[in-house]
């Protein structure tokens, strides 16, 4: 549990952080982690980067309740829990991300409208996805597969970075 959930969430925080820096003042605001669950990442991600507004949307009533408590518990004015669909969702991020969601098709279709104008998707994924990369349409470009490395964790793991093409 420990190696596959939480390190595995840990790992991507450094390539997220990197992502950040070099993004424009204002433009790093927010991130919408989708089908969230338990809380990973979205939990780790807020509280490795306290200046990042975390909010983490469930279709499942108790798991968004979970996150708003955990928020509270751990004193993360930056953590929310959000029950929704994410496809009905109004307000705009700047990064949307999922871990073990579901198809890179369905993750950046059911989010497209939660991106802010300058916004990016972030997919955690096992192996690198090729079939899955392959069945995005023209309106998604990955630009950036980069593997993880999750220590004790003797499988693949990698993010794959996405930006919505006009």
């Known amino acids: ?32 982690d989708v089908g969230s669950g338990g809380g990973l990442p979205g939990v780790v991600f807020a509280i490795c980067i306290p200046e990042l507004d975390v909010s983490c949307v469930d279709t499942v009533a108790k798991k968004a309740a979970f996150i708003n408590q ?9 953590l929310h829990g ?11 991020f700047d990064i949307v991300s999922c871990r073990a969601f579901a198809s890179l098709i369905d993750f950046t ?5 939660t991106l802010a104008e300058h916004a990016v998707w ?5 192996k690198h ?7 995005l349409g023209p309106d998604v470009a990955v630009f950036h597969v980069e593997p993880l490395q999750v220590p004790a964790l003797d499988a693949d793991r990698c993010i794959v970075w996405m930006r919505p093409v006009a």
């Open 129 to 135: 996805p090729e079939d899955e990369m392959a069945a």
């Open 1 to 32: 549990m420990l190696t596959h959930h939480l390190l595995d969430s840990l790992a991507a925080v450094v390539p997220l952080r990197r992502h950040l820096q070099s993004m424009p003042e204002g433009q790093r605001e927010k991130l919408l």
């Open 109 to 113: 279709t059911w989010s497209r409208f």
């Open 122 to 126: 972030l997919a955690m994924k096992g």
């Open 70 to 78: 955990a928020a509270a518990a751990l004193k993360l004015s930056n």
């Open 82 to 92: 959000i029950h929704a669909r994410v496809e009905t969702l109004t307000q705009k």
